[in-house]
């Protein structure tokens, strides 16, 4: 069962609101609810669906006065939805990341904030296992989570004007990679050398929402590798990939 | 036919409707801000819908014809000349081959549009010829107006002349909105404040969003947990100042929305620039 909320969104749009909470749980909903909606009968009044971590909101093409029968739809869709525990393939990534100190661009904030060594850190950091809750922010930003609570730190006070493309940031319990250059004000603890935004790419993006991330540790030479082997159309992404079976 | 981009202006970027549908990805949506005079300038020219139309802001383009054409300019008032011999907006008008389009200094308004009748020969992405402003060189975008670039459009001979009717109403400085999703977490002492208050459209503002100065307003204690934004939405910034989200804008956000304004707030938004006031005012039954 889904606990909800339809919300008013000016004329063209409604948000549903699950329980307000970053869980797996809810996030598990909005996926599901997410299937549903793209695949039913709605579709056609649907221009756009954004899910995020709690949340779903739809764009619709109707008339003003057809948008509670709208409503009332998605509200019966709702209700007969199952949570079926049978999820499809999940698709677990290992992406590499360099934390070396020429990247780490708040390796002393952490240090002195988090009381860990930088080492510490890059081990909790990469012995997690994160799911993506949701994409957004920039093109194929993905928001992971959940951070062990010893790597909970609050954003910078002041966003940065300039995060480097490929930045590994964590703040709160969430942690993210900036897939284009960007202000933002996360803190920076490493960088990705394989890009998650891809313009030239048949499918610019490479993370979805629900898949799921693992950090490997690399060093500045196996770093600048990757970024070649990537460049000269060497690296097939599909190796990042785990087999599920 | 071939045009030649003589001066790009400020900045002057090809439009369509954008890239609906990928938000879910993080890509924004794009497209002409004001989607009335967009849709009016293609259709007195016999265009098809979604025809790409340059959107000119505060500084117009400078640009070569090599062939004849017809072309309809609509939108904020920028004096538009043909050889340097200024012409009437909302006409469809001929340019012969060897002619030069310019513009003076925009008196009033921000943005204006120049539809070209014809097919145009451009690179679409993800099913938009619109920019990509987030992580795209925008000296690889063909969208946006470059000196020297060239622009080809196979010509159409659509005889409609039709002058546009275009509504006075861009100088007015009251937004219509509707209530947004956390309207009800602000107070009614906070909402009347925030409608009975002037906002100055600040420097930093632009195609993803135009930021305030004015009145801060209370926000507030319930922190909320990121969900989509959109084209128009208002949000309230953690200092207390209202910032309206436009079509560049990112797909979603952490501060609580007050407003959404409809394609007809946007439209109307599309013409102000840094330094113009607005109010925000409450639709009935929004």
Sequence with gaps: ?245 | MIIKVIKPGMFSTIQDYGRSGWQHKGIPVGGALDRNTFDQVNTILGNDLNTPVIEATIIGPTLYFDSACRIAVSGSLMRPKIDNEVFEMNHVIQIEGGQTLSFERMSMGCRTYIGIGGEWHIKRWLGSVSPMIYGVNYDLQSSILKKGQTIHITTNQNELDIKLKVKSDKALKDIYCHKGPEFNLFGQSTIDLLLQAEYKIHQNSNRMGYRLTGNHIRTPDKKMISSAVLPGTVQITNEGAPIILLNDAQTTGGYPRIFQLDQHSINLLAHKKPGDVITFKLLKNG
């Design chain 1, 1 to 245: 069962m889904i606990n909800y909320e339809i919300k008013s969104y000016g004329p063209n749009a409604i948000l549903i609101e699950l329980e307000q909470k970053i869980s797996e749980e809810i996030s598990l909903k909005v996926n599901t609810l997410y299937d549903a909606l793209q695949t039913s009968e709605l579709r056609r009044n649907i221009k756009f669906i954004i899910p995020a971590y709690a949340s779903i909101t739809i764009g619709v093409d109707i008339s003003i006065d057809k948008l509670s029968d709208f409503i009332n739809e998605v509200k019966l869709l709702i209700e007969h939805i199952s949570i079926s525990q049978n999820q499809k393939n999940i698709r677990t990534w290992t992406l590499p990341v360099c934390y070396d100190e020429e990247f780490a661009l708040d390796a002393y904030r952490c240090v002195s904030n988090l009381e860990l060594t930088f080492q510490e850190i890059i081990e909790l950091h990469s012995q997690g296992k994160y799911m993506v809750y949701m994409m957004g922010f920039l093109p194929g930003f993905p928001y992971l989570g959940i951070l062990p609570e010893r790597l909970n730190l609050t954003r910078l006070d002041k966003p940065r004007k300039i995060v480097p493309k490929g930045s590994v940031g964590i703040a709160g319990l969430q942690t993210g990679i900036y897939p284009v250059q960007s202000p933002g004000g996360w803190n920076i603890i490493g960088n990705c050398p394989i890009p998650l935004f891809d313009y030239y790419a048949k499918s610019p993006v490479l993370l979805e929402r629900g898949d799921k991330v693992k950090f490997s540790p690399v060093d500045k030479k196996r770093y600048h590798e990757l970024k070649k082997e990537f460049n000269n159309n060497q690296l097939n992404l599909l190796d990042l990939l785990e087999d599920d079976n």
